[in-house]
Nanobody, 120 residues
Framework: QVQLVESGGGLVQPGGSLTLSCGAS????????MGWYRQAPGKQRDLVAI???????TYADSVRGRFTISRDNPKNTVYLQMNSLKPEDTAVYYC??????????????WGQGTQVTVSS
């Protein structure tokens, strides 16, 4: 059984910073892409940033230059450093990973979500 466990959400003032982390545990053979999506109330879930096993990253236009995604491959962990946060960054942030389990089955996994609120 593979699980993604997120941490690091919370309340922050505009202009502040937060770091999210997400660790994958269980019977993992390999981790391909790992990343973050977010969903604000009444909106669809959108990509924030994603990083492949070679550490090549893609960002949403709205966060490029403010957010940085990174990963620790031996630990199957992905991080999202969020700087210069804006109220419009308020959302539930979901960790995403495309993993191959020990049964050699490649599929997508999602974390439970962590709330990020940017407000004064």
């Amino acid at each position: 059984q593979v699980q993604l466990v997120e941490s690091g959400g919370g309340l922050v003032q505009p202009g502040g910073s937060l770091t999210l982390s997400c660790g994958a545990s269980g019977s993992i053979y390999s981790a391909n892409a790992m990343g973050w999506y977010r969903q604000a109330p009444g909106k669809q879930r959108d990509l924030v940033a994603i990083i492949n096993s070679s550490s090549s990253a893609t960002y949403a236009d709205s966060v490029r230059g403010r957010f940085t995604i990174s990963r620790d491959n031996p630990k199957n962990t992905v991080y999202l450093q969020m700087n210069s946060l804006k109220p419009e960054d308020t959302a539930v942030y979901y960790c995403y990973a495309r993993l191959k389990s020990s049964l050699q089955i490649l599929r997508a996994y999602w974390g439970q979500g962590t709330q990020v609120t940017v407000s004064s």
